[in-house]
């Protein structure tokens, strides 16, 4: 007993402290607090009554004149929405009750005690005459209400006192934390050095000196776990620098060949751009690579790619760098030079290599490579000029008949842009309609402009440039291939070509059949062209052999079955198949007889040698009798001389289309001079 009462730990003595000022403070706040809080609760119960009884008189006063019993009582009524209103009651000056509400939660408590009711009056009163009163019973629940909110203050204030008391207590007996404000400043200064071998000294002999020791033991644990945890850390870091090199080397390698990967090579060459180093730059394309992905499969594909690779790697020295950009394309970076003939040495090297046998999975694959070369600084001064102008030299190398190699020049870059301007100019041609169509006649051989009369034409584009006047086909044609607008060029030759037959059919020449170019990137879409054609035909309302479509060998070459399916509607709808060009592919002859073709037409270089060549004139010969055998008609195209069309007359050629007959020309003197005879 005599020990639980002794101060000899530092709890009792703060304690003792805190429960004195706590109880101190708790009776004199209550107890005036208390008073107060009850005094003006009811006095207030009171004035919020009277003035809710006073606001509602003037309008039980109106209903009372006009004995609305109905109103007074919802008037009445409307007292209940205070929880403290027992009872109400209006009575006239003669005290008789007119209308009277009563709660039915507080009809038990309304015999209670009448110094716990609270009864207001109000007059009823209108121009100073008396007409009744209203009286309002209530009990002191709001009182209640009061006294209990004010008791959660109370509450709230007894905490805030015992908060308070111990702030003063620990602001005047800071002599009973000494020690802890010792073991305090230990820890301290653990954290800011880290040194766990610091000890706490004991200077008393309560808790604290318990905490003291208990601190010292976990400091000498946590030097213990602290080497532990130096050892493990080591071994993670070590871990840990293991995988960034492996994730740096997969990053800057390409998981297919195990060369550098893009990534790596543009940091490479914006490294050697900063240090502005002399270095040459060779881009790589595979030639016959997709024809082997498409006819072995991507596995074979990414096994050539590997092998690929590694010859490449072959060719140049340990310090220089083979990448591979993605696909088919591999470069080279080689560092220190400035000269051709190095480059040019590597470039014949990898082209050798490149084209020696492949060998994958017992199947032997051949491909080439397309190779282009640029120097830094001579080529380009940042990177995007120097790769530009390296892929473009490799595209030359394409163009040219590839498995070569080309370096960059100025001309190059001329080409490039030249080539960029005229797809520009092209695009603008197409929205302002700058195209127009001119036709050439195809006749008979016995054809005479005053007496024979013309059935077959070749419509033919030209592009009216506004700087460069009239330009042919051969100098646009292709670039529109490439830049992806022949499409759209062909819907304008298209309808331009229908409405211009359709005039002239309306015009009463019902015999001329036109026969209008494709290309043959048209024949990829499925034959939505073919629908294309079709629609604006029979919108037209023109027969379907007015028009021929005319597509070149290289269209033959094609394995797909959707070609001869494309043809053989062609041939179902009534349109006519002619073959352009013929005899410089290399398609074969057994398609003249697979495919729905009606009409051959003699390549112009055939013709241009049959007066001076006997070799074309046998060879012209042939291709006539074995058309005729096949059922087809014969063109001979080019012909310009009368010698020229004597000798197509004796091989039994069936038309001729050529400057001997007449130029292309645009169709208002195409109609005035072979349809309608109308005198210029």
């Known amino acids: 007993m005599k020990s639980f009462f002794s101060m000899n730990t530092m709890s009792k003595k703060l304690l003792l402290i805190l429960m004195s000022m706590a109880i101190f403070s708790s009776a004199m706040v209550a107890g005036v607090f208390s008073a107060y809080e009850v005094v003006s609760a009811k006095r207030d119960q ?6 809710m009884a006073d606001i509602l008189s003037p309008n039980i006063t109106a209903a009372l004149l006009f004995d609305d019993q109905e109103a007074m009582q919802e008037l009445v009524e409307s007292l209940l929405l205070r929880e403290d209103v027992m009872k109400a009651e209006i009575r006239n000056t ?27 009056i109000s007059l009823l009163i209108l121009d100073e005459q008396v007409y009744g009163q209203l009286i309002v019973w209530a009990n002191d629940s709001y009182i209640d209400q009061r006294i209990g909110f004010y008791s959660q203050f109370l509450v709230v204030l007894l905490l805030f006192t015992f908060g308070l ?15 802890l404000l010792h073991l305090s400043l230990v820890a301290e200064r653990v954290t800011r050095s880290s ?52 994730l740096l080397q997969y990053a800057y390698t390409d998981g297919l060949t195990g060369l550098p990967n893009r990534h790596y090579f543009y940091e490479k060459i914006q490294e050697l751009v900063k240090q502005n180093s002399h270095f040459g730059l060779i881009f790589i394309d595979l030639d016959g690579f997709k024809e082997i992905n498409d006819t072995l499969g991507h596995d074979y594909g990414d096994i050539l790619l590997s092998q690929a690779g590694q010859r490449i790697l072959r060719c140049v020295r340990e310090q220089d760098t083979v990448a591979r950009l993605g696909g088919d394309e591999f470069t080279i970076v080689i560092e220190g030079v400035s000269e051709q003939q ?4 590597i470039a014949e090297t990898v082209l050798q290599g490149l084209a020696k046998r492949f060998t994958i999975k017992q199947e032997d694959a051949y491909v080439s490579g397309s190779i282009g070369i640029a120097f830094h600084p001579l080529d380009g001064t940042n990177v995007e000029e120097l790769v530009k102008h390296a892929d473009q030299a490799m595209y030359v190398s394409k163009d040219r008949g590839r498995n070569c190699y080309q370096f960059f020049s100025s001309a190059m870059q001329v080409e490039a842009q030249q080539k960029r301007r005229l797809v520009e100019e092209l695009r603008t041609a197409l929205v302002e309609q700058q195209f127009e169509l001119y036709f050439q006649p195809i006749t008979a051989l016995e054809f005479s402009a005053e007496t024979s009369a013309v059935t077959k034409a070749e419509v033919l584009v030209r592009w009216n440039h506004p700087q460069r006047g009239l330009v042919y086909p051969g100098e646009f044609i292709e670039a529109a291939e490439q830049a992806g607008l022949i499409r759209e060029l062909s819907q304008w030759v298209m309808h331009q070509t229908v409405e211009t037959v359709a005039e002239w059919y309306r015009q009463g020449e019902c015999n001329i059949q036109v026969a209008v170019n494709t290309s043959p990137s048209q024949f990829n879409d499925g034959g939505k062209w073919i629908d294309d054609w079709l629609h604006a035909i029979a919108m037209h309302q023109l027969p379907a052999h007015s028009i021929m479509i005319e597509i070149t060998e290289d269209v033959l070459m094609t394995t797909d079955a959707s070609i001869k399916d494309q043809l053989a509607r062609l041939h179902q709808r009534g349109i006519d198949v002619a073959i352009d060009d013929f005899g410089v592919g290399y398609s074969s002859l057994a398609y003249l007889q697979q495919l729905d073709i009606d ?30 055998h096949l059922g087809l008609k014969v063109v001979a195209e080019g012909v310009e001389t009368e010698q020229q069309r004597q000798q197509v007359l004796s091989v039994a050629c069936d038309y001729v289309q050529g400057y001997l007959v007449s130029k292309p020309i645009p169709k208002d003197l195409f109609s005035q001079r072979y349809l309608f005879q109308t005198t210029e």
Do not use: W
């Not at 009171?46 to 003035?51: A, I």
């Not at 007119?98 to 609270?118: D, R, V, Y």
């Not at 190095?342 to 040495?345: G, I, R, T, V």
């Open 195 to 246: 040194d766990y071998s610091l000890r706490a000294q004991q200077s008393s002999a309560d808790e604290v000196a318990d905490l003291t020791e208990c601190f010292n033991s976990m400091l000498e644990t946590i030097e213990l776990r602290e080497r532990m945890l130096e050892k493990q850390v080591s071994v993670r870091t070590q871990e840990l620098e293991n995988a960034n090199e492996q």
């Open 342 to 345: 190095p480059l040019a040495n």
């Open 94 to 120: 003669e005290l008789k009750v007119l209308a009277s509400i009563q709660s039915m939660t507080k009809h038990h408590e309304f015999g209670e005690e009448p110094n716990e009711i609270i009864e207001i």
């Open 599 to 628: 009409l051959l037409k003699i390549d112009r270089s055939f013709i241009q040698h049959l007066t001076t060549d006997k070799d074309s004139v046998a060879l012209v010969k042939a291709i006539v009798t074995m058309a005729h």
């Open 165 to 179: 008391s111990l702030f003063l207590s620990l602001f005047l007996q800071r002599g009973f934390l000494r020690p």
């Open 46 to 51: 009171t004035e919020s009554l009277q003035n």
